[in-house]
């Protein structure tokens, strides 16, 4: 099973700051790698897949990038409505193609 | 705009069967170039796939619950449903049901449902 581990799982910043999550593969998933984010009460939404690709209707302050094992996931400058959990997901062995842990973003 | 919403009981006693319906609106479970799959989440924790169902009725089930799932389509409905067998309380969760895209993407969810296992 390919584990997908999520650092910080916490991050504390500020709207307007920059913001940088990590996800971490136990083996090589390619570029086949999805980023949702998750608000309280509400299902994730899909924001990036394949590592780069922004999914429609995602702003463009949302970026991917990383290949292999190492992911991040880059908010270029934070709104309010952009603080929630964020997890990562592979696809590469789908299924069950695996989530990280959750990294919670956090108004500090 | 496809649209998804499950339905189903909020409690449900150990031991019994839990049963929960995806209804598909502003689309199609005959769509070839879909699968459709349950997503679960305890509550404060991370998410766990289920299993999926392809139009066609060919299904796929996380090893760990394959024992007890039974996933099926009624494309007459534009629906799909989740049987879970013999529950206990570590299957308390939020139940969501989502069309897969892009080889194991989840690009469209339902707004969840909790299902309790309590008696």
């Known amino acids: 099973e390919i584990v997908l581990t999520q650092s910080p799982a916490t991050l504390s910043l500020s709207p307007g700051e920059r913001a940088t999550l990590s996800c971490r593969a136990s083996?090589?998933?390619?570029?086949?790698l999805a980023w949702y984010q998750q608000k309280p009460g509400q299902a994730p939404r899909l924001l990036i897949y394949?590592?780069?690709n922004r999914a429609t209707g995602i702003p463009a302050r949302f970026s991917g990038s990383g290949s292999g094992t190492d992911f991040t996931l880059t908010i270029s400058s934070l709104e309010p409505e952009d603080f929630a959990v964020y997890y990562c997901?592979?696809?590469?062995?789908?299924?069950?193609?695996?989530f990280g842990q959750g990294t919670k973003l956090e108004i500090k | 705009q496809v649209q998804l919403q499950e339905s189903g009981p909020g409690l449900v006693k150990p031991s019994e069967t839990l049963s929960l319906t995806c209804t598909v609106s502003?689309?199609?479970?005959?769509?070839?170039?879909?699968?459709w799959s349950w997503i679960r989440q305890p509550p404060g924790k991370g998410l766990e796939w289920i299993g999926y169902i392809y139009y066609s009725g060919s299904t796929n089930y996380n090893p760990s619950l394959k024992s007890r799932v039974t996933i099926s389509v009624d494309t007459s409905k534009n629906q799909f449903s989740l049987k879970l067998s013999s529950v206990t309380a570590a299957d308390t969760a939020v139940y969501y049901c989502a069309r897969v895209t892009g080889g194991g993407y989840y690009g469209v969810w339902g707004q969840g449902t909790l299902v309790t296992v309590s008696s």
């Open positions: 083996q090589s998933v390619s570029s086949y």
């Open positions: 394949d590592a780069s």
């Open positions: 997901q592979q696809r590469s062995n789908w299924p069950p193609g695996t």
């Open positions: 502003g689309g199609s479970v005959s769509s070839g170039s879909y699968y």
